[in-house]
């Protein structure tokens, strides 16, 4: 039951005990798997950043060392990106969260209590582990089982939203803890008491079973033999032989070589470019509060406008950003570039997630997506690369352009990009993801 029709049904006296617990139940569920999402985001890669200097300077490690692990962190969040599929396929979601969240406490425990490099790159990589288990393919697998196709893109974009604003908001509650508390070790209790807390909520309360509003549009959508294009779950070996796939993926794949290109190296490029450290850092903050918000707009556009045009303006406004960065020295284009690339990386986040349930339905979703976020380590590639190439031409600026022309060629495979036609073989059929009138093909 919706809100609307709750309501409709408080003010006719029709409501039920059971459609109250309903609602309750979902919107709980929402909760936790957003704030899971804000957490570990919040919790793990900014955080860290955040925290390692104070490590260091009791350890005594030094910068290479300390680097090792923040690769750790990264790579096994990649690598880990199908153990969620198959968790959920095996045992369900509620097994997932507690998987993700013993790995992720147990990884935190570990960073609070380090006293030598095994330990810390240990930490970080059950960190890194459990990561995924918490985020994006168990939360996009229950939205897609619980919540009616009207009303998922918007979902998924406000879940979307509370999630990147754990990157805003996590350096700031790193460098208080730290700071209220006196040790950098108390940062890490504190999170691996708050992913006990989220897990045992989520084995409580996040259950995946079929709504009765998404079970309805499936009966209404066979019984009105909507057509075979529109309805299908595409099995993931199909799925995998198609070109839209890997331009959905290789979008966001190239989308993060950006981002992390740029984290890795903005403040350093501005920097030799005569702006100062503290324009730079907040243009980072400006970049950050964008591509959270994006996410969220995605998801109130998305029953108007098309994903795949979300996916290119997301691809544009990618290219716009890096083209003004390679040549950030004034405040007109820091600006630009913040609020483009931004926009373009949280869109593109938004747009490609809800591209590969349009297309390929919602019954193997979770492997479709794992996929994608497992092609993605490959972005791990860009800081290195930018790195060595800056250090042989004296500039990150041939860099970003690079990305631009790189993200060009994208663009264009996007803009032709049609809705691939299911195989007869791909599976049972299911509800639309979205209006069905965003279905037709090429949008």
Not at 289 to 303: E, H, K, Q, W, Y
């Amino acid at each position: 039951m919706s809100n609307k029709e709750l309501n409709e049904a408080v003010v006719t006296g029709q409501v039920d005990s059971k459609s109250v617990l309903s609602l309750v139940r979902n919107w709980a569920g929402f909760l936790i798997v957003s704030l899971f999402f804000f957490h570990v985001t919040a919790g793990t890669f900014t955080s860290l950043g955040v925290v390692l200097p104070h490590m260091l300077g009791e350890l005594g490690w030094n910068y290479s060392q300390a680097g090792v692990g923040f690769s750790l962190l990264a790579l096994l969040v990649g690598l880990a990106a199908m153990v969620p599929a198959w968790i959920i396929k095996r045992w369900g979601i509620k097994t997932t969260f507690a998987a993700g969240g013993a790995c992720l406490a147990l990884g935190f425990v570990l960073l609070a209590t380090a006293s030598s490099l095994p330990q810390y790159f240990l930490g970080a990589s059950l960190a890194g582990f459990g990561y995924p288990l918490c985020a994006i393919v168990p939360a996009v697998h229950y939205f897609t089982s619980t919540v009616d196709s009207k009303r998922r893109a918007a979902i998924i974009g406000a879940y979307f939203t509370i999630g990147g604003l754990g990157g805003v908001v996590g350096p700031m509650l790193a460098t208080g803890v730290v700071e209220f508390l006196g040790d950098w070790r108390y940062h890490w209790w504190v999170l691996a008491v708050v992913t006990a807390v989220l897990t045992a909520l989520a084995v409580l309360f996040v259950d995946d079973r079929k709504s009765a509003a998404v079970e309805a549009e499936e009966k209404a959508a066979l019984s009105e033999q909507k057509t075979e294009d529109a309805l299908h779950n595409w099995s993931f070996r199909d799925v995998i032989r198609t070109k839209e796939y890997y331009i959905i993926v290789f979008s966001m794949t190239l989308t993060l070589v950006c981002g992390l290109t740029m984290n890795s190296w903005a403040v350093a490029h501005m920097g030799a470019l005569g702006v100062s450290a503290t324009v730079a850092a907040g243009a980072l903050s400006g970049h950050a509060l964008v591509n959270s918000f994006s996410r969220g707009i995605g998801g109130l556009l998305a029953n108007r406008i098309d994903p795949k045009w979300l996916l290119v303006s997301a691809l544009l406004a990618e290219i716009v950003g890096m083209v003004a960065l390679s040549v950030a020295d004034n405040s007109f284009m820091i600006g630009l570039f913040a609020i483009a690339e931004g926009y373009g990386f949280g869109m593109c986040l938004f747009a490609t997630t809800l591209l590969l349930v349009n297309y390929f339905g919602t019954a193997n979703n979770p492997e479709v997506l794992g996929s994608m976020h497992f092609v993605t380590t490959l972005a791990m590639i860009g800081p290195v690369g930018a790195g060595f190439v800056a250090d042989r031409t004296g500039t990150f600026s041939v860099v970003f352009v690079a990305y631009a022309v790189l993200l060009l060629a994208v663009l264009i495979a996007a803009v032709t990009m049609r809705k691939p036609k299911p195989p007869a073989s791909s599976g049972v059929v299911n509800a639309p993801f979205i209006a069905t009138d965003l279905q037709s093909e090429g949008g």
